[in-house]
């Protein structure tokens, strides 16, 4: 099981320091949507360089040209590039063949995708790397989580790994390690805590004695 | 009827220069998805600096966080903001609602909504400002287009504009016309044209007499 540190609401130099912070402790620092909005690719460039022994997650949310959006994140250094589960199956494809030339991966974000057992068996036959469950900002305002989404998604999948994103804290982490995803995705849980090394710490010892 | 000028594969440079050459027949110029990537709002800003009399749509295709995506786009200058269609209620809701606070607009892009009639009546009852059809790249790829889906979001709107996109060039203009949306928009069908302020020129007249 792996830690990804998820980052939205911050600038690529308050994204140093944070990933700074806790670099020890996590597998995967996630470049977040509202990021890629505000500062396009440049920022997983950034973080790229100031961290390269970190994967890097780009949270560009692929909703079309799914093969020439791979290629561009592929240039500025992501190891991981997210697609959208309500995509196009032809988009999901173009990203995989794009990265499997590229040598990185693919995250399927299943975001408000209905029927979610099915799509995540089609999704999963395209071959994508990982198929994350996600609460997303609206729908946890909404008081929504996502183990029953994970335990479906897990009912069917046979080769991608499985990932867990939205709203996870410290004091929710050990209900999420029980239902077992390969990637459990914290951003608020660490960035928010008052001392967010001993966070991602106690959330690292965790996850890897699961 | 209005004319959308798309720019996709361009830097922001480039994207002045486009702009520049036909600028006085268009009354939109869209940041396309694949510059917002690169370039994040940045693109936005510079574009709405350089031309000021123009309307800027920044092509966020939100799927979440609905209300901060539409205030930083808004912070940047666009003017119109997208939304996608197979997103859930309460971010094109979040949307929508920050908009009339900026006093700015939102375009929900229906690219890969299933039961797009059903689908467009629920999105134009949340109060939003265009509903654009729309093939995408990938899609296009497979020879699809968007007339049907035009008739069949203006069988349901009420209170919405209807825009279409996706592979328009100036000899299919005269077909998507006839099919009466109130927005055209245009990318490859200008940017790749041998001259393109004639063709932009051109496209202006035969949708302003429609």
């Given amino acids: 099981m792996e830690l990804q540190l ?14 700074k912070e806790v670099e020890s402790f996590i597998d995967i620092v996630e470049i977040g949507t509202p990021i890629v909005i505000n500062e396009g690719l440049h920022a997983v460039k950034a973080i790229k360089e100031a961290f390269p022994n970190l ?25 991981i590039i997210t697609v959208l589960g309500v995509s196009d199956d ?3 494809r173009g990203a995989v063949e794009e990265a499997r030339k590229q040598g990185n991966k693919i995250m399927v974000d299943m975001i408000n995708v209905k029927n979610i057992e099915t799509r995540a068996a089609e999704i999963d036959a395209l071959g994508v790397d990982y198929i994350c469950v996600h609460s997303g900002y609206d729908h946890q305002a909404e008081g929504k989580n996502s183990f ?14 499985t990932a867990i994103a939205g709203g996870i804290k410290i004091d929710t982490l050990q209900e999420v390690i029980s239902a077992k995803p390969d990637l459990v995705i914290v951003g608020g849980g660490i960035t928010g805590a008052e001392n967010k090394s001993a966070t ?4 690292q010892q965790w996850i890897k004695q699961a």
Same sequence: chains 1, 2.
């Fill in 148 to 161: 029953e989404e994970l335990a479906a998604i897990k009912r069917v999948v046979k080769q991608a790994k």
């Fill in 55 to 79: 994967k890097v997650l780009a949270d560009l949310k692929i909703m079309d040209a799914g093969g020439y959006e791979v290629m561009k994140a592929s240039e500025a250094g992501a190891d």
């Fill in 200 to 203: 991602a710490s106690q959330m």
């Fill in 6 to 19: 998820a980052l939205d609401l911050v600038n690529i130099e308050e994204a140093k320091v944070l990933v």
């Fill in 90 to 92: 032809s988009t999901i």
